[in-house]
């Protein structure tokens, strides 16, 4: 397996475009995470799926963000409108309950 | 609420330095804890996994030791080199499968 893939690897957007950061977890895993990661507040946990349904979002920082899960393959994290402070580094990671979690190679939003 | 510290934020040692880094958890009914590392610029690599009936794994020069009842771990890095710089963080999964991370320590290993 090629790893959890993320794309785009770098977005540059302007204030008020919307976003849409995608994933790809490993095949077999059934657990999905979305972080964010600044270095005031570090690795925050926004939302996390399991077998495609959200569990917990009370990480989201607001309405203007939204994740789903379409299937267990592809993920996507929404901004909607963006801002200046959404700038930072967002991550997926996948896993099995209990197991290992894998991590994207992130991508870097700026919002300008 | 998990809340996970780390502590020191920062250290800087000489290289062939034997180091610890420590890494705290406010609620013990942990599922296991995971220590990882990440290089700048780059994604999270997966160093070890302690279950949480366990008190200890090994990893050649790596080694994590886990105390639940105290919301404990530490990470032993042992005849440090240059390589190993990099931040280190830990995360404690829940059985809930929630995985949260404390803040990192940035490591710097003097050549």
């Known amino acids: 397996d090629a790893g959890v893939i993320q794309s785009p690897r770098h977005e540059v957007t302007e204030m008020g475009q919307e976003v849409t950061l995608r994933c790809k977890p490993i095949?077999?895993?059934?657990?999905l995470f979305w972080y964010r990661q600044t270095m005031m507040r570090g690795l925050e946990l926004l939302i996390y799926?399991?077998?495609?349904?959200?569990?917990?979002d009370s990480g989201m920082p607001e309405d203007r963000f939204s994740a789903k899960m379409p299937n267990a393959s592809f993920s996507t994290l929404k901004i909607q409108p963006s801002e200046p402070r959404d700038s930072a580094v967002y991550f997926c990671?996948?896993?099995?309950?209990?197991?290992?979690?894998?991590f994207g190679q992130g991508t870097r939003l700026t919002v300008v | 609420k998990q809340e996970v510290t780390q502590i020191p934020a920062a250290l800087s040692v000489p290289e062939g330095e034997n180091l610890v880094l420590n890494c705290s958890f406010t609620?013990?009914?942990?599922?296991?804890l995971q220590w990882f590392r990440q290089d700048p610029g780059k994604g999270l690599t997966s160093l070890l996994l302690?279950?949480?009936?366990?008190r200890e794994q090994t990893s050649g020069r790596l080694n994590a030791s886990l105390d639940k009842s105290s919301g404990r771990s530490t990470l032993y890095i042992a005849a440090s080199q240059p390589g190993d710089s990099a931040t280190y963080l830990c995360?404690?999964?829940?059985?809930?499968?929630?995985?949260?991370f404390g803040g990192g320590t940035r490591l710097m290993v003097k050549p």
């Open positions: 799926f399991n077998n495609n349904v959200p569990i917990d």
């Open positions: 609620d013990s009914a942990i599922y296991n």
């Open positions: 995360a404690v999964l829940n059985a809930g499968n929630m995985l949260t």
């Open positions: 990671a996948s896993s099995l309950h209990g197991g290992w979690a894998f």
């Open positions: 095949s077999g895993h059934d657990y």
């Open positions: 302690i279950q949480s009936s366990q």
